[in-house]
């Protein structure tokens, strides 16, 4: 269902995780875990289904890593594709904007507050 | 921390090619995400256990719907088409939520009542009672009569014949035990079985503490003082103390020592009595009752037994051999015959009845269902046709019949199967009502019936299959000869689908009408039944018996105690008058016993005369208003060592001495030949002992104060003002008189008689019930048909107004319409109800086998309902204005 429809926050969550380097789905999962922006956490098989969506719009890829251990099938690993950059880059830029856009605002609620 | 097991579980749930490609993979991020919050301690914990099991539901659900989408990629085929038929009728359905409701709800009450029914009649028939192994290989024998009646007794000594000789059979005998046992200092009522050696080893049950019972403590009388538990009553009344086995209980007023405790589950081996305890059998007499071990004509016990690899026939054929040569020894002139059945957990000597009266309740929810479905069949047809036009187009721009039937048929199902799932939803409430049930009886039952997979699928099945019935036939005739449809040609069409509707109308008419007559019988039974003279007062008495039998008192002291307990019942106030009988009139049991004198043969030509009895106290008769036509009553001169006194009732006197004034005749009683000889003080008016139905029987009363009872006493009081505390007063005279008296029951004399009737109230209040259903569901039927038949005939009906028909003639056609559908529906109906009746007859008591007067009330309810249902059509037909009718054509 999500195919064509334009990059939502989860997604570029998962993209940005693979910025560093290719990971497993696992390890996908620590990081949007501990370095998330707190929203909603994903759940195993969302996230699945969204690594799957991702694939299929070719932003991603699936690559068979050595399997970590001796014994197992080898686990699959994700990375970031040439357009799966480009579409980083361009919502980061995107977003960046934004922030700079409503800097003000982030002063403004500096000064009061919350009680 | 790794992920909880149950999430690799559920993981089996999702389609194979989803596992093989993402298992590890979400196995893997699961862990990522449980052992991130897992060590922060409890509620995070259980968050991430719910957020967990949300995520994998719904990713359940997306991976099926994508299978299910893949798999029509790749052949666009039947699944296809149904998951679109589904959706289709859903929506269909769901445009009209109110007719969705009243379907659902409808076929849930017929399912619900069929569910219940079925439910019972499984637990009763098919189940075995837990905690019995192999219950397939399990036979019971009984000894067959002279005349190749069957379901008698064995002895003792026969028994141990028959168990030593028959090879290959592993035979185990019980009598009923009816057993008092004290706890916190007060005597509980409850009962058991008296088993020997072989009884826990045929069975195949097991301990849960402790040992049972094996050959060593079948020594007859005299042997171990012993008692096993059943897990049930040592939970409920001991607190399941582990500390049990080996401890002494009072048991029947001595003390006994428990050696053990029965598996969970295990309540004995016969349907709804829940056998709390089991002892050896030499413990159920008493030291003087040595008869009982050593006679082989003093028959008491019930045989069961273990045959692997033996069908019924060839142990009969091993056994009865052996059974004739004990006949021969015991000197019968006779071959005594065995008769072996497979082991049912119903008696077999009760099974015919409780078969037939289940059937009969089968049979009356089986017609709620049929009116259920039929109701729905129409209402789906005037749907269909209410679409004809729709229809209509949608073949003519190209689908296929088979797709519209198919649309029909899933719509049906979708409706039967919600109500099928209500049904089962309400039989699971009238089951747990069932089971909360506490009849006023004093023997412990356990009405236990489980909703096993064996019933939800004969119901949901059998929904099902009325669902494709209900909708397949309206869709096959509305989806027939559409040809006309388009061109809004009423007349050319629709004689056939109307057919199908009358019809449809009728067989609902019949089901409720089988119901109403049905219920109307057994209304009338019970209604002769309450009117009954019984020949005594039962209003205001109050009966509480007391269990002698087993305390094993002798004789004196049982005529000291009761005369006690009705002394100081006399003397408590509200309490007008006090008596005692050993056996309560009407408790749905009765002794008999034979007199004899000399020179005189009874209508059967035999040199005596059978007849009930009972011992009573002097002030029986003035208790319960039962007035001595001729000489005198008992008195307290009536003792023992006085001369033996009894009274006889107006129909023993006139059996013995036609005509004659029987008092101070001299009677032999007890025994065919040499009974003591006995004076008759008194003749006392006829009254009903056994049951409510009975004709006029003989009848013999002796006084307590010469004949004690041995088995158990039952004191009646006349109270002044109905009093609900008159129970515990009750006990508490007993306890006083001797606190190890065992109650058996202690309620209203109207309590006793009511139970006797009970299986008639459950049949007339069902039938009523669904009688008044079924009525409600064939009016509306019959409304919905004839209004159809209105709008179709609009024009006729017009036409024929315009050429001068008065409107009292148009409302006539409409009218005669629906009374020759109802006459139909009751010929049918009734005529079943009758076979019906025949087959039921033994419920009916007091009627003639046609009950003129209640088919007529019935036939009669069911046509002023139908006639007062045909008339509103009627006379909207009969409001048509022609005018309107001819214009609009």
Known sequence: ?115 | MTVPRWYARMLALFPREFRREAEPELLEMAEADWSATASRGRWPKALTTVRLFADLLVTLGRAWAGRIRGARTRRTGLLDAVWQDVRYAWRGLARTPSFLAVAIAVVGIGVGATTSIVTVANGLLLRTPAGIAAPEQLITVHARGRSGSSFHSFSYPDFHDLQLETAGVDLAAFAIFPASVVIGGEPQFTGGFAVSGRYFPALGVRPTLGRLLGPDDDQGLGGARVVVLSHGFWRSRFGADSTIVGRAITLNGQPVTVVGVAEPGFRGHVAVFAAALWVPIGMSRGPDQTAFFTDRGTSFLEVLGRAPGLSPAQVEARMSPISAHIGRAQGLDWDRTVDIRRYSAVPAGMLAPVVGFLGLLIVLGGAVLLIASTNIAGLTLARALARTRETAVRLAIGASRGRLIRHLVVESLILFLGGGLLGIAIAGGAIGALTRLRLPIPIPIQLEFPLDLRVLAISLGSALAAGLFCGLFPALHATAGLAGALKDDESARGTGRSRLRSGLVAAQVAASALLIVVAGLFVRTLSKASRVDVGFESAGIHVASVELEVLHYDQGRIVRLAEQIERRLRETPGIQAAGAIDLTPLSSGNQTSVVAIDGRESREGIGFFPTDFARVSPGYFATVGIPITRGRGFGSEDRTGSPKVMIVNQTLAERIWPGENPIGKILNWGQIEGGPPTVIVGVARNAKYRSLSEEPLPMLYLPIAQEAPGQSISFLVKQSVPNPGMAATMREVIREADPNLPLSSNVSFETVIGIGLLPNRVAAGLASGFGLVGLALATVGLYGVLNYLVVRRRRELGIRMALGAPASHIRGIVLSEGLRLTAIGLAIGTAAALGLAQLIRSFLFGLDSVDVIGVLMAVGTMAIVAALASDIPARRAAATDPVEVLRND
């Open chain 1, 1 to 115: 269902m999500t195919d064509g429809s334009p990059l939502g926050a989860r997604e570029f969550e998962i993209l940005v995780t693979l910025v560093a380097g290719p990971k497993h789905g696992y390890a996908i999962m620590q990081e949007l875990r501990d370095q998330g922006t707190g929203g909603r956490i994903l759940g195993p098989g969302t996230l699945y289904r969204l690594l799957k969506a991702l694939v299929k719009r070719g932003w991603i890829a699936e690559m068979n890593g050595a399997s970590g251990e001796s014994e197992g099938p080898p686990r699959r690993v994700y990375r970031l594709t040439g357009l799966g950059e480009r579409v980083v880059s361009i919502e980061a830029r995107r977003l960046a904007t934004l922030v700079r856009r409503a800097g003000p605002l982030l002063n403004l609620s500096r000064r009061s507050p919350r009680s």
